[in-house]
């Protein structure tokens, strides 16, 4: 006996199609999300701003991982977390080697409405240090190595950028993100502030892909500079 591959013919085996979920229940998943992340990452900021100026991403992302973890096991939510967590789909069952790795994976633990969430992280400073430089962490975020990924169908699945803020202002770098948006895409696919009485955090931004995207992506910019 062989080994059955393929997504449609497990799925034929099986005897089970996963439901299309309402879009409001979608977003109620989202929403709680996008909040999960911006009280998690109060706990890992740092007054002393050279502890976190030369960090990498991984590293940023396994620490933001280990208290979403936290927060999960001491609120006793139905959501489980995963760091660095590989994305399945038909081309990857095809072509392992295709594979895309989300940086924060989330999954909830409904049985009758399973959902999961991805989350792409990039570092962003306004101004060049020794390590690195503004304008190309700019241009990766906007790239296909970051919101790229879900514009032009690299990532299958939904999720969120997170932007990991380690020198400069907020508004400066997502002026500079706007720009390269207008660059690379056009102007009605910039980052514009959210305004909405679910969301607890503060520094959320959106943008529209209609073309692409059935939904908006959601923007979170964590700030970790000393002045926050």
């Known amino acids: ?15 089970y199609v996963p439901p299309v979920l309402p879009e409001n229940v979608i977003k109620s998943f989202e929403i709680f999300i996008l909040n999960l992340i911006g009280e998690a990452s109060i706990y890992i900021k740092t007054p002393d701003a050279t502890a976190i100026t030369d960090i990498d991403e991984p590293q940023i992302s396994l620490s933001l991982h280990a208290t979403l973890n936290n927060l999960v096991s001491k609120k006793e939510l139905q959501c489980g977390v995963s760091w ?3 994305e399945v789909t038909d081309k990857v069952e095809k072509n392992v080697k295709t594979a895309r790795r989300f940086d924060i994976f989330f999954e909830n633990w409904d049985v009758k409405n399973r959902m999961n969430y991805g989350v792409e992280a990039k570092i962003l400073i306004e ?34 950028m997170l932007g990991y803020v380690l020198e400069g202002n907020v508004s400066s770098i997502i002026s500079k993100i ?20 679910q969301l607890t955090y503060s520094d959320v931004y959106r943008s529209e892909h209609k073309a692409k995207l059935s939904y908006p992506l959601f923007h979170l910019m964590l700030d970790f500079t000393c002045n926050t």
């Open 1 to 15: 006996m062989g080994i059955l591959t393929g997504r449609e013919n497990i799925i034929k085996a099986v005897g």
């Open 127 to 160: 101004n060049n240090s020794k390590k690195r430089t503004a304008v190309k962490l700019v241009e990766k975020y906007v790239s296909e190595a970051g919101m790229g990924k879900y514009i032009n169908g690299i990532y299958k699945g939904r999720g969120c």
């Open 84 to 86: 660095e967590h590989f």
């Open 178 to 197: 706007n720009s390269e948006i207008c660059a690379v895409f056009d102007n009605s696919q910039c980052l514009s502030k959210v305004s909405d009485p």
